[in-house]
């Protein structure tokens, strides 16, 4: 059995196989290969995009999504092994992922860190564990990493620009209010440098270089693919001729669970925002976002109704991209 947790997991083969059959799906929609299916989709946190394009895409495909929200319409659950649950939980992962697997053909999960102990967090535990109870294939529908928003960002690029190999790609930290997930940071570091593209990870200090294990897995992917991966802290010289500019706001992981302290860091980087005049710099690039994104915070209304900006499109090749996800676990991939 083979669950998608991390695109770490899967090869640049079985990738390139799902983003096929996302093309294909995205030429015909509707088909009736998951008929009698169904998926069980667990939100510690909250979605627009994820679920919407789930319980669509498994409609789409003839089968059935049972939404929860553990905590809110459904019992709360403890992840932790051993523990006395004498908190707030009302249930254990262990059953929950039991009896889950026994109604449904397939579980996802979103579960963000809890921004308190980046040194547990950094193992991804909570889907884990459902990954270890369930008798079923398990989806990531976002813990530390965003897989499915990888292959929507792939799939993108690969309609926009053809083959992605050597094509520059800048990973743009932007200013937010408060400290994010690095999520989907981390996981456009590591579909970009699998597909063999030349990335420049531009933050504005060492504090907001990723987590090393995201970090060295970029690094063997380049000597895989070919591609390069470099960080810079220079906003000029990392715009310069790149073809893809994706941004996304996250927090500073050595004031990780600490966000009063990571605030004297952030202040002061407003200037990082995605802008006209930092477009003009590059190669004609494309700019997209995972959405949702605050419009003159982290991008300018200019850059987000621009014709490079391509965040709706990556947000639409969610639906396409989850429902290979979907039919490739389940054995209905043509």
């Known amino acids: ?19 096929r059959l996302a093309g294909e799906l995205k030429q015909q929609p509707m088909n009736g290969s998951l008929k009698g299916k169904s998926i069980a ?31 809110k319409d459904a019992w709360g659950v403890e992840f932790r092994p051993g523990v ?29 860190p809890g921004f308190k102990d980046w040194s547990n967090d950094r193992t991804d535990s909570v889907i884990r564990a459902l990954a270890q109870h369930a008798s079923v294939p398990v989806i990531n529908m976002e813990t ?39 999520a989907v940071a981390n996981s456009a570091l590591l579909i970009a440098t699998k597909f063999g593209m030349d990335v420049t990870l531009l933050c ?21 693919s070919g591609g390069s991966l470099q ?6 010289s ?23 302290a990571e605030w004297a860091l952030r202040h002061k980087y407003r200037h990082f925002i995605v802008d006209e005049k930092k477009m003009a710099l590059t190669n004609n690039a494309l700019f997209s976002h995972c959405l ?21 499109d990556e947000a639409e090749n969610r639906l396409h991209v989850q429902k290979a996800v979907m039919m490739t676990l389940l054995g209905a991939a043509k």
């Not at 994820?50 to 498994?58: A, C, H, I, P, Y």
Request: proline residues 5%.
């Open 292 to 312: 949702p994104l605050r419009r003159n915070i982290k991008a300018t209304d200019a850059v987000m109704d621009s014709e490079y900006c391509v965040a709706l």
């Open 238 to 260: 990392a715009y310069a001729g790149a073809e893809v500019v994706y941004a996304k706001s996250w927090g500073a992981l050595p004031f990780y669970g600490n966000p009063e």
């Open 84 to 112: 006395v649950m004498d908190g707030d939980a009302e249930e254990h992962i262990a059953e929950v992922a039991g009896v889950l697997s026994r109604y449904c053909d397939l579980i996802g999960l979103r579960a963000f």
């Open 144 to 182: 530390i990493v965003h897989p499915c928003q990888e292959l929507a960002l792939m799939l993108t690029l690969q309609e926009k620009l053809g083959d992605t190999a050597r094509r520059k790609m800048v990973l743009t930290w932007t200013w937010h209010p408060r400290p994010l997930n690095t």
């Open 1 to 19: 059995m083979q669950n998608f947790l991390s695109t770490t997991d899967w090869s640049r083969d079985q990738l390139d196989g799902l983003l």
């Open 231 to 236: 960080v810079s802290h220079d906003i000029e």
């Open 204 to 224: 504005p200090e060492p504090a907001y270089v990723l987590d090393e294990q995201f970090m060295e897995a970029a690094e063997t992917n380049v000597q895989d």
């Open 41 to 71: 989709l667990l939100f510690l946190n909250p979605s627009m995009r994820t679920r919407t394009s789930f319980e669509l895409g498994m409609q789409q495909l003839g089968g059935i999504a049972i939404v929860l929200q553990p905590g």
